[in-house]
Nanobody, 126 residues
Framework: QVQLVESGGGSVQAGGSLRLSCVSS???????MAWFRQAPGKEREFVAT????????????SVKGRFTISRDNARDNGKNWMYLQMNGLKPEDTAVYYC????????????????WGQGTQVTVSS
């Protein structure tokens, strides 16, 4: 059974930084991972995605240059870690951040991802 668990959310002032983590387990083959976010009253939106080997990444224009996605497949036996380093945070980055996984790399559409975590809240105050 695939499980994804996010951590690292919190409250920061504008201009600050946070690092989100997502640990996944239960996958039986290679998989891409991604971060999405959802603000109150808005649809879930794509933030960033990373390929299995970590060599390919893709970002939403709104976070490009401020956020960095990475992953570590060797940290724990049977588990994979993904991170989102968020710098230069803005109030409009406030949202619940979700990690997701899929067999294929590159999609920016939430409905194409197979597995999801429960989310972690990020709040940026001005």
């Amino acid at each position: 059974q695939v499980q994804l668990v996010e951590s690292g959310g919190g409250s920061v002032q504008a201009g600050g930084s946070l690092r989100l983590s997502c640990v996944s387990s239960g996958h039986t083959s290679s998989f891409a991972m991604a971060w999405f976010r959802q603000a109150p009253g808005k649809e879930r939106e794509f933030v960033a995605t990373i390929s299995w080997e970590g060599e390919r990444t893709r970002y939403a224009d709104s976070v490009k240059g401020r956020f960095t996605i990475s992953r570590d497949n060797a940290r724990d036996n049977g588990k994979n870690w993904m991170y989102l380093q968020m710098n230069g945070l803005k109030p409009e980055d406030t949202a619940v951040y979700y990690c997701a996984s899929d067999r294929l790399y590159g999609s920016i559409y939430a409905n194409e991802y197979d597995f999801w975590g429960q989310g972690t809240q990020v709040t940026v105050s001005s």
